[in-house]
């Protein structure tokens, strides 16, 4: 079967790194997303990786190693605001989305 | 405002009525899909759409279903609704190409009692 894994729950401290990891088992690869969604809101998209590598974007940067089936998110500079729940999902063979459960990251002061 | 409208965005329903959560959006995107969501679990596909006219099932069809007569709406209806279908439906869509990036309408809390 296909699979999504990523931690349930998070903490950090404001202004600090965290580190969201996402390992999946999917039939087939077409890229990995991350989305963010804040408590009674519609996910956001935040990220896409097609190729191994590091893709930056501001304070965000997001990892993939396809021959790991590893990927992670990277929050720099931790603002309050980044609390919310961070959904790692992954295009299979078929073009269709498979999703994490998401990780909820809790900012504290 | 460029977007996904989902009407109602909160319904409490009696077991076995029939309901129907609207979808409607005015990027002209050709693929749109409805997803449940449930607490502890990864966003659930019903049901999709890749154009106008067409519709495919999900990962979980039973109970939905969905139509496509045009670009813009693409409603999701449960025709005898039941308890397990209490969920947080959203309603989505993209653009395709390299991305495919899902752009979400703000969710329509279902309850059935």
């Known amino acids: 079967g296909q699979n999504i894994d990523q931690p349930t729950e998070m903490t950090a401290t404001e202004g600090a790194i965290v580190q969201i990891n996402c390992t999946y088992q999917?039939?087939?690869?077409?890229?990995l997303f991350w989305y963010q969604q804040h408590a009674g809101e519609a996910p956001t998209f935040l990220s896409y990786?097609?190729l191994d590598g590091l893709e930056e974007k501001g304070r965000f940067s997001s990892f993939l190693s396809r021959s790991k089936g590893y990927s992670y998110l990277l929050l720099k500079e931790l603002q309050m605001k980044d609390s919310a729940s961070y959904l790692c999902?992954?295009?299979?063979?078929?073009?269709?989305?498979?999703w994490g459960a998401g990780t909820k990251l809790i900012i504290k002061p | 405002i460029a977007g996904i409208t989902q009407a109602p965005t909160s319904q409490i329903l009696a077991a076995g009525r029939r309901m129907t959560l609207r979808c409607t959006q005015d990027?002209?995107?050709?693929?749109m899909y409805w997803y449940r969501q449930d607490l502890g679990l990864g966003l659930r596909l019903i049901h999709y759409?890749?154009?106008?006219?067409?519709?495919g099932k999900g990962e979980v069809p039973d109970g939905y279903s969905v139509s496509r007569a045009n670009t813009d709406d693409f409603p999701l209806t449960l025709a005898s609704a039941v308890p397990s279908q209490t969920s947080v439906y959203f309603c989505?869509?993209?653009?395709?190409?390299?991305?495919?990036?899902?752009?979400f309408g703000e969710g329509s809390r279902l309850t059935v009692l």
């Open positions: 990786n097609v």
């Open positions: 990027m002209r995107h050709n693929a």
């Open positions: 999917t039939s087939g690869f077409n890229g």
């Open positions: 999902a992954v295009r299979d063979s078929n073009y269709q989305l498979i």
């Open positions: 759409s890749n154009t106008a006219g067409t519709t």
């Open positions: 989505a869509s993209s653009a395709g190409g390299s991305t495919g990036e899902l752009f």
